[in-house]
């Protein structure tokens, strides 16, 4: 029986294996959600444009009736981004068919929509972290705990493990990565900065964490949240909002809103 050879996908088959792999590419964290989103730029564009807005204060003053309030002024600060494309390939060598939808093909399509998925996730994630756009907590413009000149002076082979990494880090030198790749150097040091370390036990960190916690929701059971709080400074501590007011002060600063000790929410 003769044997035909072709590179040529049939193109009713390659329509099934790009709808395919779009429709399982979609990234399984949720990084975008805190960013803007813009569609593509027309007209062969490269150039994405984006409003950043500064924060208002919060409008604590009782409005009186008949008279307008003073009003605030948007302020905005235009950013532009440029489009980049990001892309890869795999070799099978392995018998497939074109003309029709090959299992081979099928299985290598889930493998490249899971990496195209967790490519654009992680490109979202680190420029969310690594960009100037960031608030931190106390209005912080930077992590500055341990600057990139404190790690450029440690002894080589050390190894830094920023466990503050899911809320930006704490070392100058920190980005986020994962279980699959968990760690990186920069000037020799050791890098170790997964966003869910947690997750590498995951049986026992859930053990871990409802030993951790249990006693608190039996105090809050017990005792009901005031008399609860009002004994135990690390659960007051822990509280961020109480009766509409934000009682956490780096809550407060990072929200550009006003701050209620929580002594006085446990009083009210």
């Known amino acids: 029986m003769a044997q035909t050879d072709t590179t040529v996908i049939d193109p009713g088959v390659a329509n099934f294996h790009d709808r395919r792999l779009l429709r ?14 813009r569609d593509l730029p027309a007209n062969d ?4 444009k984006f409003r950043r807005y500064s924060l208002l204060t919060a409008a604590t003053t009782p409005l009186t009736e008949g008279v307008t309030p003073s009003g605030s002024q948007l302020s905005k600060t235009d950013i532009s981004a440029t489009l980049l494309q990001y892309g890869d390939y795999i070799t099978l060598t392995d018998k497939l068919t074109f003309s029709t939808t090959d299992p081979v093909l099928t299985e290598a399509n889930s493998v490249l ?6 490519t654009l996730d992680q490109l979202t994630r680190d420029v969310i972290v690594a960009g100037t756009t960031i608030q931190y907590a106390s209005t912080a413009a930077a992590r500055t705990d341990i600057t990139a000149a404190m790690v450029k002076r ?7 493990v920023d466990i503050a ?15 699959a790749d968990p760690t990186y150097i920069v000037d020799d040091v050791v890098h170790y900065c997964v ?5 590498a036990v995951p049986r026992t960190s859930t053990y871990a964490l409802n030993n951790a916690t249990l006693p608190f929701v039996l105090a809050l059971a017990n005792k009901g949240w005031k008399r609860a709080l009002a004994e135990d400074e690390h659960l007051r501590n822990g509280l961020n909002v109480a009766r509409g007011k934000i009682t956490h002060p780096e809550v407060a600063a990072a929200l550009n809103a006003s701050y209620s000790p929580a002594e006085e929410a446990l009083l009210a």
């Open 154 to 160: 440690m002894r080589p082979g050390s190894v830094l």
């Open 113 to 118: 929509a899971q990496q195209a998925g967790n």
């Open 24 to 37: 399982k590419a979609f990234p399984r964290l949720i990084h975008s959600l805190c960013a803007q989103t």
């Open 195 to 199: 966003t869910n370390m947690p997750g």
């Open 45 to 48: 564009s490269t150039v994405i």
């Open 165 to 179: 990494i899911d809320q930006g880090g704490c070392f100058e030198t920190s980005r986020p990565t994962t279980h």
